[in-house]
């Protein structure tokens, strides 16, 4: 039998993968910064959405460098989390703001009417109100799929479109599975802390990528080939 060398034994490998786990999460946090400098000084109202809304713009890049990295961890069982994830941020950058604007947009507008209505009671409003819920719910099932296709493949805009709503309908044992991900983060955010989804970000990815595979897979085989710089 082969002797194991230095650095191929299990407790090397999960100790790299925290380590690469943990170096990314810093990373994301970083370039989140303006985002949490307002999150922490800001009275947490509804007041402030325009301010946290306008925070969040520079965050789509962000998820996308994330979803990069956490895809070639997956892949090639390696990282160097630096170069990678900055590498990720940079060729996904343009990209990104191209849904990523438009959705936070349609997701502000959804918030704002939502406040509106459940402000305002009456069974016209109640009705109305889980109409823009549901619609918040399909517009976030949508921008998963689109961070998990435009990081890993390059596709035209409308494109990703299309496939964020056919992976959403086609692949629903994912689509429940990534939602389920969400649930029990939002979860465990509410009964520990609102920083909790920030600081386990790469894990929450980490997990996602897992459960998308299948997605992954499909897109390599029926659609494209994978982008020559996300592997």
Known sequence: MRKREFGEGTLFSVTNNIYWLLIT???FVLCNAIFLFFFMTLEPTFSN??????????????????????????REKE??????????YK???????????????????????LQYFNSNPSVLHHILSVVFFIGIVVTLIFMMYAFLINAGFTFRLKDIWKLSIYYSFKKVKVTFGNISIVIITLFLTTITSNFFILFTAS??????????REVLEDLKVNFCKPNESAN
Do not use: E, Q, R
């Open 49 to 74: 959405i325009t301010i946290y809304f306008l925070a969040l713009i520079l965050t789509g890049p962000s998820i996308s460098a994330l979803f990069y990295s956490m895809g070639k961890l997956i």
């Open 25 to 27: 999460n810093i990373y």
């Open 79 to 88: 990282l160097s989390p630096l170069k990678d994830f900055f590498h990720g």
């Open 203 to 212: 894990i929450v990815c980490y997990v996602f990528l897992l459960n998308s």
């Open 91 to 113: 060729i996904n950058f343009k990209d990104t703001m191209k849904f990523w604007l438009p959705l936070l947009l349609v997701l502000y507008i959804l918030f704002v009417d």
